[in-house]
């Protein structure tokens, strides 16, 4: 079965630090992979204005996403203004009726700031949305429903933590050893943001910053360097492993360290108790268009910038 695999995330840069390894392998494969961030990285900047900030970053990612000859679109959103709300859902789940994806990846919904992890629940929900014949967004020339709800995956949050800084530890990481190179590659389009981080938080080591992330997912799993991945389980969705199909050769399961294996005679003392109490818990008794015309007059494509 030929797959398309579209990729969402909040910013300019965020695909390429968590995932781009591995679309760029399955780019590699003759797949179709479609980049998408939510926001132009607007805030992005200490000197420049809103808008001339966000030209530059939305070339970027296009620069980025050229490299593997994926199609990236910018969903028209501003930063720290993606909000899970019902004009949002009707954009999101029209872009994905236009791109039909059969894999979507997006980003992870415990992470460090909201537009992550608002993205993550748009993007969840427009799945479900996008397959719903009788749910309408709202476009003229709206694309026609999706035939089944596509298999979802989280990236990892940034920094491998939720909000409380526990570990949220991958189901699967794929070694990305191969395409590793095109990941630094992309990376490095993202000259601007590159230069906001070096001034604003000090970080002289973009490029570094990524690999030192990357070689931390891969030790998860007992390899190098390595993309960390969940599957969406929620009931209505796919539960066949697509993705881990696709990139079998590659995939790893995480480790597991000794202080976490389970031991079932810890956890006697606490089953015993909680049924030795007289309070525990009991049982409760008691229209849309099907034109396949399609408007985007909300995303818009952008294509490598000719030198
Ligand atoms: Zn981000």
Same mark, same amino acid.
Request: charged share 25%.
């Given at each position: ?12 840069? @965020?695909?390429? #630090?968590? /995932? %781009? ?13 479609? &980049? *998408? ?87 969840? @929900?427009?799945? #479900?949305? /996008? %397959? ?13 429903? &999706? *035939? ?160």
């Amino acid at each position: 079965m030929d797959h398309t695999i579209l990729a969402i995330h909040a910013h300019p840069d @965020d695909i390429e #630090f968590l /995932a %781009a390894g591995t679309l760029a392998g399955l780019a590699r494969e003759g797949h179709r992979v479609v &980049l *998408a961030t939510m926001t132009a990285g607007d805030c992005g900047t200490v000197n420049q204005e809103a808008d001339e900030i966000a030209k530059i970053r939305v070339q970027e990612a296009a620069n980025s996403a050229a490299l593997i000859k994926a199609r990236y679109f910018y969903l028209g959103f501003r930063d720290m203004a993606v909000f899970s709300d019902h004009p949002s859902r009707q954009r999101l789940t029209e872009f994905l009726r236009a791109i039909r994806p059969t894999i979507v990846v997006t980003s992870s919904p415990e992470d460090y700031m909201a537009d992550h992890e608002a993205t993550a629940l748009l993007v969840r @929900d427009a799945c #479900f949305a /996008a %397959a719903l014949p009788n749910y309408s967004t709202g476009e003229s020339a709206a694309a026609m429903p &999706l *035939a089944e709800i596509p298999a979802l995956y989280f990236m990892d949050p940034i920094g491998g933590v939720d909000r409380y800084g526990t570990e949220v530890v991958p189901h699967f990481v794929v070694d990305i050893e191969k395409t590793f190179d095109l990941k630094i590659a992309m990376l490095m389009e993202h000259k601007s943001q590159r230069e906001w981080l070096r001034i604003r938080h000090g970080l002289e080591n973009y490029v570094s910053n990524m690999q030192k992330w990357t070689r931390q997912r891969g030790a998860l799993a007992g390899i190098r360097i390595g993309e960390g991945f969940r599957h969406y389980k929620g009931h209505p969705y796919p539960q066949d492993p697509r993705l881990e199909s696709l990139v079998e050769k590659l995939l790893h399961r995480p480790l597991v360290r000794e202080s976490e294996a389970f031991d079932p005679s810890l956890a006697t003392p606490m089953i015993s108790a909680l049924a030795d109490r007289s309070e525990m818990p009991t049982e409760q008794t008691k229209p849309v268009s099907r034109s396949r015309k399609r408007s985007y007059s909300f995303v818009r494509q952008v294509t490598r910038r000719i030198p």
